[in-house]
C-alpha cells in the first residue's frame, strides 16, 4: 500500500458550497394589521346597528305607552244641576236635588229648622226607603267643644264612632244623634259662634248618598255674594224666585206664590203679573 493512499471508507468532508442557506421567513406583519383593520370595523359598525335598533326600540316602547295611557276623563260633578238654597239670614247656601220637592224653611232666628224632603207629609202615611229628609238646625255654642257634640247622645246611643271632614271650609264631625227613636247621621261644625247641625233623617234611604253630596256643597257666602231687594223690586212690590230665593232685604211680611217657573215674593194684595 502506498503511504499516501487514502482508506475507501473514510468519509468525505462535505462541501460547504453545497450545503442549503438558513431559509428567511416571510415578512406577514402587514396581513395581521389589514385583519385588526377589519376586525375594528366590523366591531364598530355592529356597535352603531346595536344603538340604532335600542334607539328605535325606545322611541316605539314611548310612542306605545303614550297611547296606552291617555289622559282620564274628568269625572261629571253629579251636583251641577242641582237647585240651590241661599239662606240670607245666616249667610249660607248649598245645592240639592230635584227630586226633593218640599222645603219646610223655618230658618229665620237661632233655634230655628230647615227641612228638605222628597214627600209630602200626609196623615196615615207609611214611610219606605224611597223617602229621603235632612234637618238643619242653627242654635248657640255653649263652651261645648266640637268633639264633645256626639258625645252627648252616648247615654242614649253608646260609644258612637266619628269621623272628620270639612263642611263650608270649617272642621266638621260626622257621628250619630237620637231622632224619632232611631240613631241617624247627624254632621255639626261651628261659624261664627253659632253651632249648625246636620241630621239625615232616613237612614235608610235608598238615597242616602245625597246626604254627604249636599254637604260637600255647603258653603258660607260673603255679603256681596248675596243677592239684595232692589228699589224696583221694592216699588212694584214683587220678583220672580222659588221659596228658596228669597232675597236679603225682603219685608218680613211679603208672600211666596208658589207657581212653577212663575213662582214669586210679594207684598200683600199685589199681584205678581
Not at 21 to 27: I, Y
Not at 102 to 128: E, H, T, V
Not at 245 to 262: L, V
Amino acid at each position: 500500500m502506498e503511504p499516501n493512499a487514502t482508506p475507501e471508507n473514510s468519509l468525505a468532508k462535505p462541501d460547504p458550497a453545497l450545503q442549503d442557506s438558513p431559509q428567511t421567513p416571510k415578512d406577514n406583519h402587514w396581513i395581521t394589521i389589514l385583519a385588526m383593520a377589519l376586525f375594528v370595523l366590523v366591531a364598530l359598525g355592529l356597535t352603531g346597528f346595536l344603538y340604532y335598533q335600542n334607539q328605535q326600540l325606545k322611541s316605539m316602547l314611548a310612542s306605545y305607552q303614550a297611547q296606552a295611557s291617555p289622559t282620564p276623563a274628568a269625572t261629571p260633578d253629579p251636583t251641577a244641576d242641582w237647585k240651590t238654597y241661599i239662606n240670607d239670614k245666616f249667610g249660607f247656601e248649598f245645592r240639592y236635588p230635584e227630586e226633593i220637592g218640599y222645603l219646610y224653611d223655618q230658618l229665620k232666628q237661632i233655634g230655628d229648622n230647615l227641612l228638605l224632603q222628597n214627600f209630602q207629609d200626609k196623615p196615615g202615611r207609611q214611610a219606605s226607603t224611597k223617602d229621603f229628609q235632612i234637618s238643619l238646625y242653627v242654635s248657640e255654642n255653649k263652651s261645648v267643644k266640637l268633639e264633645d257634640y256626639p258625645k252627648l247622645w252616648e247615654k242614649e246611643l253608646g260609644t258612637i264612632p266619628t269621623s272628620k271632614l270639612t263642611v263650608g271650609d270649617e272642621t266638621a264631625i260626622k257621628g250619630l244623634s237620637g231622632q224619632k227613636a232611631q240613631a241617624v247621621p247627624t254632621v255639626w261644625f261651628i261659624h261664627d259662634n253659632l253651632v249648625y247641625t246636620i241630621q239625615l233623617s232616613t237612614p235608610n234611604s235608598d238615597d242616602k248618598a245625597w246626604f254627604d253630596q249636599i254637604l260637600s256643597t255647603f258653603k258660607f257666602l260673603d255679603k256681596e255674594e248675596i243677592p239684595s231687594i232692589t228699589n224696583k223690586d221694592l216699588e212694584q212690590g214683587w220678583y220672580w224666585g222659588s221659596i228658596d230665593q228669597k232675597k236679603p232685604g225682603t219685608p218680613d211680611n211679603w208672600i211666596f206664590k208658589e207657581a212653577g217657573r212663575s213662582s214669586c215674593w210679594h207684598k200683600p194684595g199685589v199681584n205678581c203679573y
